[in-house]
């Protein structure tokens, strides 16, 4: 592991209510980032959830404090590349997902989730907090 960290959207709402395991692990100096597809995740959670308001700034505190990875064309090659390897062998994960792995590697970032199903990933450096 390099110390650079790609948080999955279980990881941020862990965060976000003080989860003792994350916040251990950001104390220990770091370096961290959230991709667009993340944020996406999060806005949506937001919309739906009953404090509307409060979760938005929440989501949008939280990405301008932190570095936003966005998508471009590396990411898309990523992305198919994943896509493929899983269809193949008969093992899908969540469309956003394939997205969020697809940007881990493209930054050659460890992705921190509680989701298993990213052990599917082949190259895909994932751990839990």
Not at 46 to 75: G, K, Q, W
Not at 89 to 116: F, K, M
Request: aromatic fraction near 8%; hydrophobic fraction near 45%.
């Amino acid at each position: 592991m390099n110390g650079r960290f790609l948080l999955d959207t279980n990881i941020v709402i862990a965060l976000s209510v003080n989860d003792g395991a994350v916040m251990r692990r950001l104390e220990e100096g770091v370096t961290v980032f959230l991709s667009s597809i993340v944020l996406g995740e999060l806005f949506f959670g937001a919309y739906r959830s009953a404090r509307i308001e409060e979760n938005l700034e929440r989501a949008t505190e939280f990405a301008a404090n932190n570095t936003v990875l966005v998508c471009d064309t590396a990411t898309a090659r990523h992305y198919g590349r994943i896509k493929s390897r899983l269809r193949e062998a008969g093992r899908p994960i969540p469309e956003n997902d394939i997205w969020i792995a697809a940007i881990a590697q493209q930054h050659e970032l460890t992705l921190v989730s509680r989701d298993t199903h990213f052990n599917e990933v082949e190259g895909l450096e994932a751990i839990a907090w």
